[in-house]
């Protein structure tokens, strides 16, 4: 048996095989829970209603898809540049914290409810962008791996996030109050500061939060950006071939600047989503949105999504529905870690299927002389 | 061609049964009966933890084996505040659970109940009541300043390690009961602090359980929610009072005491209130007389003396002679901090109470900010 690498990438492989990926995954995963004694059909049955079916599911699901589309597209931007940029997870809790202070500050202080939404974008691109621009900078100018540096750059935004609410009497923490002495909590925002979202009226009302907007909008303009653009080319260029794209005259290192800003931009304003549409306030507790690995998710999302900006916003919908049902789904007649275990091989199958677009497996000993280009 | 063959022939075997296993499921696990209570637990770790969400999970065993069939319980584990958990909640209102139990603070607000109207909520450790949301918890301190007794005990040195989680009046509390219970059986006893920020996180809880023993600490004890301590205290020959849930088996020869928690009979009342209608929301603070609170079963090296001293000590707090939170009482730079012959109340009193205390009593290292 052999892999090798397939010439043409034929069309119908493109939907053919992750529709094969999830057909497998939900043999495999069948098999694991008839092993450990549960009913796998109407495990898939339980899945399939929490995530699109019951009441309010999908205004939970995309509660959970709308930060991963962003982290999504972040690692998207920046991955098609060959620009690894691990950090979406740090990015997005700047941007929270930054989007947060505008929020409080320009919300407390009479603005126009669209105005400050609008303010709380920037900071929290802004927050985003700068944090990335550390592990940006340090690529242009010094040749540092942007890897080891975005990732750990995550852990001391962590630690800033935990800082200012827990250790610390910050602008960010509501120090007023019996029940603030009781355990440190985040101010909450001002009315005029909270993001609105449209009801559709079906299936109990969903509610289509204004970053899960946010995010499709900006998925267009990236979109836009890289394939319809000279920057987009230039970036493509760079990513495929540094020294090709250095002979060609292109500039690099304002290229990584301005990827990696753009990238921790789109994962900052995930954190200002965060704050604006779902928890209003600054999310600090170590057991709150740290725990979500919105960031790394991303990543998983922008690979299954082969880096295209319009398919991240899908796959976010879709890994966000399986993250949404996985709650519903433990308790105490099925154990998380078996929720867990069937999450793992969904997606192990969906991204182990992308090998077969690009390669081809051959059983047999010979090979035809001519494809063995 | 053979392996091929066989290849092909096991993959259309494994569909084919996996096809039949699915087929012979359907409709089996979905007829359970309606007409159970619904009530259901949240756990910010695992169900399993050797602590804190365990001692509840034993709670809702209890209340299931005692209701039986006119009850259904569930748990869901390790959920996150925020996003994680409202998505959680919707699911069982959506199931029909009629009541949840949270256990861990920040789960539930007034606001938050609000949303749910016909659901009764109940969260341990806050102080958030409202119409459908009431609050729970036990004077740890008594259990664990009797388990503070246990460490100074065994303690040769006097320097004792306590690996904690958050800097917040609870926890605060926790060390300040541990450092005076401590200080009657080893006086002069330091309680040094390493805050781990987090409730379960047994890596953390680990290094810092190292990081005390290297600074000179010859017993542990914790007011986290995973046995990792005491693991590493087992590795150490080092004596270990654990916290929560009697963990011994986690360190058979370490183990001292440890402080601990029997909500089932709370969870039993309170569900037996909402399935009759008389469920009233309140702050309810369990005491180690009504067996709300209390100590496991000490471990082979604790000495008759020390269970004589303890039992005596657990006696006294019993029949209200002694309260450990009783003044004179110094914090960390000696200054007077509760008046003598003034006893702390549990909300009364803003930081000299026992829901706001935020600052640390004389021989404990480190900072009440984390």
Same mark, same amino acid.
């Given at each position: 048996?052999?892999?090798?690498?397939?010439?043409?990438?034929?069309?119908?492989?493109?939907?053919?095989?992750?529709?094969?990926?999830?057909?497998?995954?939900?043999?495999?995963?069948?098999?694991?829970?008839?092993?450990?004694?549960?009913?796998?059909?109407?495990?898939?049955?339980?899945?399939?209603?929490?995530?699109?079916?019951?009441?309010?599911?999908?205004?939970?699901?995309?509660?959970?898809?709308?930060?991963?589309?962003?982290?999504?597209?972040?690692?998207?931007?920046?991955?098609?540049?060959?620009?690894?940029?691990?950090?979406?997870?740090?990015?997005?809790?700047?941007?929270?914290?930054?989007?947060?202070?505008?929020?409080?500050?320009?919300?407390?202080?009479?603005?126009?409810?669209?105005?400050?939404?609008?303010?709380?974008?920037?900071?929290?691109?802004?927050?985003?962008?700068?944090?990335? =621009?550390?592990?940006?900078?340090?690529?242009?100018?010094?040749?540092?791996?942007?890897?080891?540096?975005?990732?750990?750059?995550?852990?001391?935004?962590?630690?800033?996030?935990?800082?200012? $609410?827990?250790?610390?009497?910050?602008?960010?923490?509501?120090?007023?109050?019996?029940?603030?002495?009781?355990?440190? +909590?985040?101010? +909450?925002?001002?009315?005029?500061?909270?993001?609105?979202?449209?009801?559709?009226?079906?299936?109990?009302?969903?509610?289509?939060?204004?970053?899960?907007?946010?995010?499709? =909008?900006?998925?267009?303009?990236?979109?836009?950006?890289?394939?319809?653009?000279?920057?987009?080319?230039?970036?493509?260029?760079?990513?495929?071939?540094?020294?090709?794209?250095?002979?060609?005259?292109?500039?690099?290192?304002?290229?990584?600047?301005?990827?990696?800003?753009?990238?921790?931009?789109?994962?900052?304003?995930?954190?200002?989503?965060?704050?604006? @549409?779902?928890?209003?306030?600054?999310?600090?507790?170590?057991?709150?949105?740290?725990?979500?690995?919105?960031?790394?998710?991303?990543?998983?999302?922008?690979?299954?999504?082969?880096?295209?900006?319009?398919?991240?916003?899908? $796959?976010?919908?879709?890994?966000?529905?399986?993250?949404?049902?996985?709650?519903?789904?433990?308790?105490? @007649?099925?154990?998380?870690?078996?929720?867990?275990?069937?999450?793992?091989?969904?997606?192990?199958?969906? =991204?182990?299927?992308?090998?077969?677009?690009?390669?081809?497996?051959?059983?047999?000993?010979?090979?035809?002389?001519?494809?063995?280009? | 061609?053979?392996?091929?063959?066989?290849?092909?022939?096991?993959?259309?075997?494994?569909?084919?049964?996996?096809?039949?296993?699915?087929?012979?499921?359907?409709?089996?696990?979905?007829?359970?009966?309606?007409?159970?209570?619904?009530?259901?637990?949240?756990?910010?770790?695992?169900?399993?933890?050797?602590?804190?969400? &365990?001692?509840? #999970?034993?709670?809702?065993?209890?209340?299931?084996?005692?209701?039986?069939?006119?009850? &259904? /319980?569930?748990?869901?584990?390790? %959920?996150?505040?925020?996003?994680?958990?409202?998505?959680?909640?919707?699911?069982?209102?959506?199931?029909?659970?009629?009541?949840?139990?949270? /256990?861990?603070?920040?789960?539930?607000?007034?606001?938050?109940?609000?949303?749910?109207?016909?659901?009764?909520?109940?969260?341990?450790?806050?102080?958030?009541?409202?119409?459908?949301?009431?609050?729970?918890?036990?004077?740890?301190?008594?259990?664990?300043?009797?388990? *503070?007794?246990?460490?100074?005990?065994?303690?040769?040195?006097?320097?004792?390690?306590?690996?904690?989680?958050?800097?917040?009046?609870?926890?605060?509390?926790?060390?300040?009961?541990?450092?005076? *219970?401590?200080?009657?059986?080893?006086?002069?006893?330091?309680?040094?602090?390493?805050?781990?920020?987090?409730?379960?996180?047994?890596?953390?809880?680990?290094?810092?359980?190292?990081?005390?023993?290297?600074?000179?600490?010859?017993?542990?004890?914790?007011?986290?929610?995973?046995?990792?301590?005491?693991?590493?205290?087992?590795?150490?020959?080092?004596?270990?009072?654990?916290?929560?849930? #009697?963990?011994?088996?986690?360190?058979?020869?370490?183990?001292?005491?440890?402080?601990?928690?029997?909500?089932?009979?709370?969870?039993?009342?309170?569900?037996?209130?909402?399935?009759?209608?008389?469920?009233?929301?309140?702050?309810?603070?369990?005491?180690?007389?009504?067996?709300? /609170?209390? %100590?496991?079963?000490?471990?082979?090296?604790?000495?008759?003396?020390?269970?004589?001293? %303890?039992?005596?000590?657990?006696?006294? %707090?019993?029949?209200?002679?002694?309260?450990?939170?009783?003044?004179?009482?110094?914090?960390?730079?000696?200054?007077?901090?509760?008046?003598?012959?003034?006893?702390?109340?549990?909300?009364? *009193?803003?930081?000299?109470?026992?829901?706001?205390?935020?600052?640390?009593?004389?021989?404990?290292?480190?900072?009440?900010?984390?």
């Amino acid at each position: 048996m052999r892999i090798e690498r397939r010439l043409r990438q034929p069309r119908w492989l493109i939907v053919a095989v992750p529709a094969g990926s999830l057909v497998f995954a939900f043999f495999a995963a069948g098999l694991v829970l008839y092993a450990t004694g549960h009913n796998a059909l109407s495990s898939y049955r339980q899945i399939v209603d929490a995530a699109f079916l019951n009441s309010g599911a999908i205004g939970q699901t995309l509660t959970q898809a709308t930060p991963l589309a962003f982290t999504g597209l972040a690692a998207a931007a920046a991955f098609r540049m060959r620009l690894f940029n691990i950090g979406a997870e740090g990015q997005l809790f700047m941007g929270a914290i930054t989007a947060d202070a505008a929020g409080l500050y320009l919300g407390g202080h009479g603005w126009p409810t669209a105005l400050v939404i609008f303010a709380m974008v920037i900071a929290g691109c802004a927050g985003g962008a700068a944090w990335a =621009l550390i592990p940006g900078a340090l690529r242009a100018f010094f040749k540092t791996n942007e890897i080891i540096t975005s990732l750990m750059l995550n852990y001391v935004a962590a630690y800033v996030l935990t800082y200012l $609410v827990f250790n610390t009497e910050s602008y960010w923490r509501q120090t007023k109050g019996f029940n603030a002495s009781v355990f440190p +909590t985040s101010k +909450t925002l001002p009315n005029d500061a909270l993001w609105p979202s449209a009801m559709i009226h079906a299936r109990g009302g969903i509610a289509l939060p204004l970053g899960a907007g946010i995010a499709v =909008l900006v998925a267009f303009l990236l979109w836009f950006l890289f394939t319809r653009t000279r920057f987009g080319f230039e970036a493509q260029v760079l990513g495929d071939s540094p020294r090709a794209a250095q002979y060609a005259g292109m500039r690099t290192r304002r290229k990584i600047l301005a990827v990696m800003g753009i990238s921790g931009a789109v994962a900052g304003l995930g954190g200002a989503s965060q704050v604006g @549409d779902f928890a209003h306030m600054l999310d600090a507790d170590p057991n709150g949105l740290q725990k979500q690995y919105y960031g790394y998710t991303g990543i998983v999302v922008a690979a299954l999504a082969r880096y295209n900006p319009l398919a991240v916003v899908v $796959v976010a919908f879709l890994i966000g529905a399986l993250q949404n049902a996985g709650n519903t789904l433990q308790g105490a @007649d099925f154990p998380s870690g078996l929720v867990g275990v069937m999450q793992g091989i969904i997606l192990f199958s969906a =991204l182990g299927g992308e090998l077969l677009v690009r390669y081809r497996v051959r059983v047999g000993r010979t090979m035809p002389a001519t494809e063995a280009a | 061609m053979r392996k091929r063959k066989h290849a092909l022939a096991a993959l259309v075997v494994a569909i084919a049964a996996t096809g039949v296993v699915l087929a012979a499921g359907v409709g089996a696990g979905s007829a359970k009966s309606n007409s159970a209570f619904k009530v259901a637990w949240i756990y910010v770790g695992p169900h399993n933890d050797g602590g804190w969400s &365990q001692a509840h #999970d034993a709670g809702r065993l209890y209340v299931q084996k005692m209701l039986g069939s006119k009850v &259904q /319980t569930t748990y869901k584990e390790n %959920i996150a505040v925020g996003a994680q958990l409202q998505q959680t909640v919707a699911s069982l209102v959506n199931q029909g659970y009629k009541m949840i139990f949270g /256990t861990s603070y920040g789960y539930f607000s007034k606001a938050f109940a609000a949303k749910y109207p016909s659901v009764l909520f109940e969260q341990a450790t806050g102080t958030d009541v409202a119409k459908n949301l009431s609050e729970y918890f036990g004077a740890a301190e008594d259990s664990v300043f009797l388990s *503070g007794m246990a460490a100074g005990a065994a303690s040769k040195t006097g320097d004792i390690g306590y690996v904690v989680a958050f800097p917040i009046p609870e926890v605060i509390r926790h060390a300040n009961a541990f450092t005076l *219970g401590a200080q009657v059986t080893h006086p002069g006893a330091k309680v040094h602090l390493v805050w781990t920020n987090n409730w379960f996180d047994p890596a953390k809880e680990k290094k810092a359980a190292q990081s005390l023993v290297a600074a000179g600490a010859d017993v542990l004890g914790q007011n986290v929610d995973s046995p990792a301590t005491g693991q590493f205290a087992e590795s150490k020959g080092i004596p270990w009072v654990g916290y929560d849930s #009697d963990s011994s088996k986690f360190a058979p020869k370490s183990w001292q005491t440890a402080s601990v928690y029997n909500w089932g009979p709370y969870y039993l009342s309170r569900v037996k209130a909402a399935m009759n209608g008389t469920w009233k929301s309140g702050f309810y603070y369990g005491s180690m007389k009504s067996g709300f /609170t209390g %100590i496991a079963a000490f471990g082979p090296s604790v000495s008759a003396a020390t269970k004589a001293k %303890i039992a005596a000590k657990m006696k006294a %707090i019993e029949n209200g002679s002694f309260y450990e939170f009783t003044g004179p009482l110094y914090d960390q730079s000696g200054k007077l901090r509760v008046k003598s012959g003034v006893r702390m109340q549990v909300l009364k *009193g803003g930081t000299n109470s026992l829901y706001g205390m935020s600052w640390l009593v004389k021989g404990v290292v480190g900072s009440p900010k984390g």
